[in-house]
């Protein structure tokens, strides 16, 4: 599959882009199936795979952790679950299975949950929004760049 990106055209030729909410929830699972968090469906262990509100276990930060201090998902991908809602290409009221969605919008979708949420927020399949002039210390993004295309 191929993820699905926004694409950002960089002034050294280079693309890069946002991932989209659809291919942004395949990156978030990490190659598990039906799961309800990165990790499985196991609540109990979640400080050991992200930073969500709170801490304990491997979760020492009250705000942002450095990247990379979690274990990695299925794909070696970090930080796929809480640390700061990461933003997404599409609208919130794209259709779930429409990746491109519409081209305009009321708000952005928001994945992954942040720091300052509970383990709910943290699912692979939940999403968030806001408006994209919007800012918060708990708002981030994902670049993403050079994943092959199906077709490559």
């Not at 809480?82 to 599409?90: A, F, M, T, Y």
């Not at 708000?107 to 943290?122: A, E, I, K, P, Q």
């Amino acid at each position: 599959m191929s993820l699905g990106m926004m694409r950002l055209h960089m002034p050294n030729g280079r693309v890069k882009g946002y991932l989209v909410k659809q291919s942004g929830e395949y990156a978030v699972r990490g190659g598990l199936i039906g799961k309800r968090y990165p990790w499985g469906d196991d609540e109990g262990v979640a400080r050991d795979y992200a930073n969500y509100k709170g801490t304990g276990g491997k979760d020492k930060w009250t705000r942002c952790a450095p990247v990379g201090s979690f274990k990695s998902n299925g794909y070696g991908l970090y930080d796929m679950a809480g640390n700061v809602w990461e933003w997404c290409s599409d609208w919130s009221n794209s259709p779930l299975r429409n990746p491109q969605g519409p081209s305009t919008g009321m708000g952005r979708v928001l994945r992954g949950g942040s720091w300052f949420n509970v383990t709910d927020r943290l699912r692979a399949a939940f999403r968030g929004n806001s408006a994209p002039a919007d800012s918060s210390v708990n708002f981030g993004f994902r670049c993403v760049s050079g994943f092959p295309t199906a077709e490559q």
